[in-house]
């Protein structure tokens, strides 16, 4: 009877033009189908020129490909992640940029526990910095640290503290920040390389420095007497610059002019007493030349003098009544 009602029904099926049923095995090509195509998908992928390629077999790191189309087992047999080793990373603190370009949006938000600190005089500062990094080992980036990004920031407000907490408020808020920025690039970098990160820090950039909110009216006031204060000591200096040199000069010029007199006082008296030696000498060897020529040479020099000159013999008597000695009435 079965055998009877099933021939009856495909007659009917067929006298009803619906055909056979549908059989299982296209369906199941098609499903076989798509699971090829899905796993040739997963096989071909490609790595940018600033990446590298990180192949893990079952969960577990089998190598590191380089850039470009690379082929590789399908899912789930091998995944692949990528690790940007060439580009610059970067994270921020105590602010975050919501858009950057050539007027730079911030986020509104309060990040002062990362940025608020306390200096090594006990005063407070607020401290905004940027560590700049590169991906250095790919491997050790991914499975040597769980949380490497969180892990690195925890390291760069441990080393920031630290190197802050050393110095005054002073040196954080001015002549201090490129020493705090090296200082802090080297300690992490010790940091990064003992925990096994992966991570090379290429620079440390203090963004902004400034005191806290409610002291810094305070904080401004001091700042401008600091700054009249370097003024007039400026101003102190320039005069002194000014008038001290020209005093030494002087003072120079004097010694020099005392140190010139002098010499040339001592060279006179000694050429002077030079002279009256050579003189002496002349007269002891001949008294009557150099009296002569003493006497003329004193006669040369008074003869110019006198307006009127009478020349007489010697051996003329009663020369005065011959004489108007009273010339002009005097």
């Avoid at 490497?148 to 407000?157: K, S």
Wanted: glycine share 6%; aromatic share 8%.
């Amino acid at each position: 009877m079965a055998t009877e009602d099933n021939i009856f029904q495909q007659l009917e099926a067929l006298a009803g033009g619906r055909g056979a049923p549908p059989s299982g095995k296209p369906i199941f090509a098609a499903v076989l189908v798509v699971v090829a195509l899905v796993m040739l998908n997963s096989t071909f992928y490609t790595v940018e020129p600033e990446e590298v390629g990180v192949i893990l077999r079952f969960g577990q790191y089998e190598r590191v490909t380089e850039p470009g189309l690379r082929l590789k087992l399908p899912n789930p047999i091998e995944t692949v992640t990528k690790v940007p080793i060439q580009r610059q990373l970067k994270e921020e603190f105590g602010f975050r940029t919501r858009q950057a370009g050539v007027r730079t949006s911030y986020e509104d938000g309060d990040f002062r526990g990362e940025s608020l600190m306390l200096t090594g005089d006990l005063n407070v500062a607020v401290v905004q910095w940027i560590a700049q990094y590169r991906v250095r080992d790919p491997y050790k980036f991914l499975f040597k640290v769980r949380g490497v990004r969180a892990t690195f920031r925890d390291l760069n407000e441990a080393v920031m503290r630290q190197v802050v907490g050393d110095r005054t408020v002073n040196e954080v808020l001015t002549v201090g920040r490129q020493s705090i920025s090296a200082d802090v690039k080297e300690k992490l970098q010790v940091l990064c390389d003992q925990y096994d990160t992966g991570i090379k820090v290429e620079q440390i950039v203090l963004q902004d420095v400034n005191p806290p909110d409610p002291v810094k009216p305070s904080f401004n006031e001091v700042n401008q007497a600091q700054q009249e204060r370097e003024r007039l000591i400026n101003e102190a200096e320039t005069a002194f610059n000014q008038v001290i040199p020209r005093a030494r000069g002087e003072a120079q010029q004097v010694l020099e002019e005392a140190r010139g007199y002098a010499t040339d006082r001592i060279n006179r008296a000694e050429g002077d007493a030079l002279a009256f030696t050579a003189l002496h000498e002349a007269y002891r060897r001949a008294p009557e030349v150099t009296r002569q020529r003493i006497y003329l040479e004193t006669m040369a020099e008074v003869f110019p003098k006198v307006r009127e000159k009478i020349i007489v013999d010697g051996r003329i008597k009663g020369i005065l009544p011959m004489l108007n000695l009273d010339q002009g009435g005097k």
